[in-house]
């Protein structure tokens, strides 16, 4: 890899989310081709594969530790690769990809929530404020603009997948902090490899229920690209820009992927642009920049001169 490439944060970090939002229209545009449980699946076992090479020294010398953390590592890779994948698939056969985009832009403010809810870690009234505001703007998204729509509860249940799976995910973003103290190329094909474990059930069950992959080598190659390109080389990319220059600068790039994902949804999906669509994610900006705006002190008055 180019030198200057891998020392480039942002560079890293527009591209990681680029490969991201890819994934997104990509699953939106094979949906009906490729069960969406063996999607996740194989974008798993063929991540896994990939990895292995690269983290085996690392693994090796890592194994005692992550099997001491079990428990843990079973609650992550549950979380964070079985089911957010899984269900977010599931929910991408009934919604546009558009929509799946933009409630995803509240993923930081789920996030916050969980951490209240598992650590303690009370919000400033400025973030409460941020999460409601972020909040309404989901709900703008979900009823698609509609106030009959939000009176009566009638979601779409492709949406609903997706909030259930933003919710699973948040947990695993939560607990992220008490991960095993190893290699992050050990712990992340660890991960891979026990989420992968966990959906061959279900992936078999799949199966058995007469679902198989069409679409020719159209939907292998999709299926390629998510095993590559927004499993294993965004994480990454993205690991890399964290180490670069933080974490929280890395992680409000992750507000870049609704963008393109919304610019490849239009232009590959035919997919539109609705004013709703706009309302909900101004809503969801406005909660999202108010959460994480400091607070403004003033400046200690200079000494006076004696």
């Not at 939106?28 to 699946?41: D, E, F, K, N």
């Not at 974008?43 to 079990?70: C, E, N, Q, S, V």
């Not at 994948?85 to 996030?111: D, E, F």
């Amino acid at each position: 890899m180019p030198r200057t490439l891998w020392n480039s944060a942002w560079t890293l970090l527009i591209l990681g989310n680029l490969f991201w939002a890819g994934n997104i229209v990509l699953g939106r545009g094979v949906a009906g081709m490729v069960p969406p449980i063996a999607l996740a699946y194989w974008r798993w076992t063929g991540a896994f594969l990939i990895a292995l090479g690269f983290a085996w020294p690392y693994l090796k010398r890592d194994f005692p530790a992550l099997l001491r953390h079990w428990k843990l590592m079973l609650l992550l890779s549950a979380t964070g690769i079985a089911s957010y994948n899984t269900m977010s698939y599931i929910g991408l056969t009934s919604t546009t990809a558009l929509n799946v985009l933009l409630l995803q832009s509240a993923m930081p403010l789920v996030i916050v929530v969980w951490a209240f809810a598992l650590f303690g870690d009370r919000p400033t009234p400025r973030q409460s404020a941020g999460v409601l505001i972020s909040l309404s703007g989901v709900a703008v998204i979900a009823a698609r603009g509609s106030l009959q729509v939000l009176l009566h509860l009638r979601l779409n249940r492709g949406d609903v997948w997706i909030l259930v799976a933003m919710a699973i995910y948040g947990i695993y973003a939560a607990v992220l902090r008490r991960r095993p103290n190893v290699h992050p190329l050990s712990f992340l094909v660890a991960a891979m490899g026990i989420g992968s474990c966990m959906m061959l059930p279900f992936y078999l069950w799949e199966m058995a229920q007469g679902a198989v992959i069409r679409g020719g080598i159209d939907s292998y190659m999709a299926m390629a690209y998510t095993a590559v390109f927004p499993s294993f080389i965004a994480y990454l990319f993205f690991n890399r820009g964290v180490e670069l220059i933080g974490a929280g600068p890395a992680g409000q790039s992750m507000h870049l992927m609704p963008l393109f994902g919304s610019i490849l949804a239009v232009l590959f999906l035919g997919e539109h642009f609705r004013i709703y669509h706009a309302a909900g994610i101004s809503l969801i900006a406005a909660g999202i920049l108010l959460a994480s705006l400091r607070p403004f002190r003033r400046p200690a008055p200079a000494a006076k001169a004696t």
